[in-house]
């Protein structure tokens, strides 16, 4: 795919335009080189930006295949271990939890051992802070990309999300032989994580394309990330069930949709039980509504990404 120009208003003439992006960006064919051309106007934060920036994407999927593959291939190279380490953290994580939550404290699990109980959690938690941790640096990572040539800018997150996902259905195996081991059944049930996982992804997206966004200008932002998710992690119910948490706070405390999707996800695995729809329809909601604002904001920044990069 041949890189567009970047071209003033007074550069394009006023035939053979038409809007193509976001940023109210006009595009022709020169007859020069037959490259496009895009015009970059002021940002603008509008809803509207949102259908024509997945245009867009769309157009620019076989880049967004090609960064994820690059990811993963980056993440692992040179290394003795190899895919493994997709693994290794959260099998790490869970002989600590395990350790502390079975000798130090107990922690109810419904009869569940607890070295299945916490991984069930770990799993899709492992996927959430590790597609916010690296995509809300990767921006900044990368600023030749930015201001050498067009594309999406969402990409480049989405890309480390697409590489998370792949390390979650590695160390979802691990889960299976967990389940094997422990005698754990597995039910028809199973099924409904693959929607919960739709929605933890978009959820993940949109928190790592706004802040992203974010971290081009202030660099605060990535600095305090890691402090953040740690704190999170404690406020969702990884290492502890939902029915742990008082009643009286439990609504209050399901209105961050991780909380309900992890423990959606533990019921459905482990436990063999559908989710409770009103707290997935509430997830769903919070979703729906922060995913295009989230995408909004990032691609009414997009335009000046370059300037202050």
Known sequence: MSAPNIAADNE???????Q???????TRLTP????????IRPPSFSLSTIFIGLRTLVQYSDLLYTLSLFRLNVRYKQSALGWTWAALQPLALMGIYTLIFTRIAS????GVPYPVFVFSGLLPWIFFSTTISNAVQGL????????KMYF???IIPLSYMIASLTDFCIASVIMGGLMVHYKVPLTWHVLYAIPIIVLMAGFAAAIALFFSALQVRFRDVGLAMPFLLQVWMFTVPVVYSLQSVPPRFRSLYLLDPISGLIDS???AVIHGVAPDFRIMSLCALIVLVSWPLAY????SSEATMADVI
């Open 20 to 26: 193509s992006d976001g940023f109210e960006a006009a």
């Open 296 to 299: 909004a904001y990032f691609k």
């Open 265 to 267: 996800f533990r019921g």
């Open 107 to 110: 922690v109810a699990t419904s």
């Open 32 to 39: 020069a080189d037959g490259r496009p051309v895009k015009i």
């Open 140 to 147: 900044v990572l990368y600023p030749n990309l930015l201001t």
């Open 12 to 18: 394009v003439p006023n035939s053979s335009i038409k």
């Open 152 to 154: 999406p800018r969402e």
